[in-house]
Nanobody, 127 residues
Framework: QVRLSESGGGSVPSGGSLRLSCAVS????????AVWFRQGTDKEREAVAGIDADGRTVYADSVKGRFTISQDNSTSTMYLQMNSLRPEDTATYFC?????????????????????WGQGTQVIVSS
């Protein structure tokens, strides 16, 4: 069993930055697609960024150029560096893992594809 735990959320003014962390424990996988999702109030869950075991990344158009996903294998931690934050980035951010994927393929943004989820961390961006 794999466990994921998000941290690093908070409140920040528009234009500010936050770095979210996702600590991974339990089973170790050689291949996977790990994704940051977010869900705002009364909104559908949205895929933000994904990364596979080889470090290949994919981003939603809404965050390209502003967010960077990364991972540190030595600490089993995934990160989401968020810069130039906007009020529309306000949401609860979740990390999720699909351990049976060799890479983040065409279906990377479909939330139902992911087996394991963290509890989420809240991000609030004020105007």
């Amino acid at each position: 069993q794999v466990r994921l735990s998000e941290s690093g959320g908070g409140s920040v003014p528009s234009g500010g930055s936050l770095r979210l962390s996702c600590a991974v424990s339990g089973d170790k996988y050689a291949t996977y697609c790990a994704v940051w999702f977010r869900q705002g109030t009364d909104k559908e869950r949205e895929a933000v960024a994904g990364i596979d075991a080889d470090g290949r990344t994919v981003y939603a158009d809404s965050v390209k150029g502003r967010f960077t996903i990364s991972q540190d294998n030595s600490t089993s931690t995934m990160y989401l560096q968020m810069n130039s934050l906007r009020p529309e980035d306000t949401a609860t951010y979740f990390c999720a893992l699909a351990p049976d994927w060799y890479y983040c393929g065409e279906s990377w943004s479909y939330s139902h594809e992911y087996h394991d989820w963290g509890q989420g961390t809240q991000v609030i961006v004020s105007s």
